[in-house]
């Protein structure tokens, strides 16, 4: 799972509220089977707004203990009273792999992004859509090329009163790797609003050349959710 739901970064942003929560996902998946915690915050001010999210995996393989932590934190600056606003992006993370007596770990590249965010929302915040256009920098790519671009959606949607929310993001990004030029990720998901506070449901990923596999994936979740 790359990330939380960015789609929080839209519904808080219309409400101009601060908001923390904690995921738990457990990865049903092909050959997968582990636990993924995510810890989301997102805050506005008057020039814009700040978010973040940390990913960890559990138990992948023979690895006791995290065996992934991930990393993405984002602000967002104003432009006037534009739905428009300029917005500045880290990614970064690392892992480990363990099978039987053989061992290693890995780094996920750090990423640099900047560039343009547009959003809508309904009047009633029921629903909206951002949609992003950015330059990415992507360090130790194996083509030694790390000048990319990142195209990202993000929506919301709620209905039945407020008890089912839809939400997700979807992102294509140019980069090299041992299976193409172009990577893709999306993760749609599904929550039943038991609270205010309390949601369980779950995410679909859907993914091509991405997190080091060949070709198109569909990985489901479980997951309960709780916000702060």
Known sequence: MKRILLSLFIIFQAVGAFSQNIQ?????????GYMTSTVE??????????????DMDYGVGDVEGVSLAYFEIARCFKLGTTPLSWHAEYNGGFGQWKSGAFEGHYTINNAWLTGVDYSWNAEDFSKGISLKALYKNIANTIDGKPNSFQLTAVWYMNFANNKISFTGFADLWKEKTAFGDMVFLAEPQLWYNFKNNFSAGGEIELSNNFGGQDGFMINPTLAAKYKF
């Open 24 to 32: 738990l996902h457990y990865d049903l998946g092909k050959d997968r």
């Open 41 to 54: 915050m997102f805050k506005p001010d008057k020039t814009g707004n700040t978010f973040f999210f940390i």
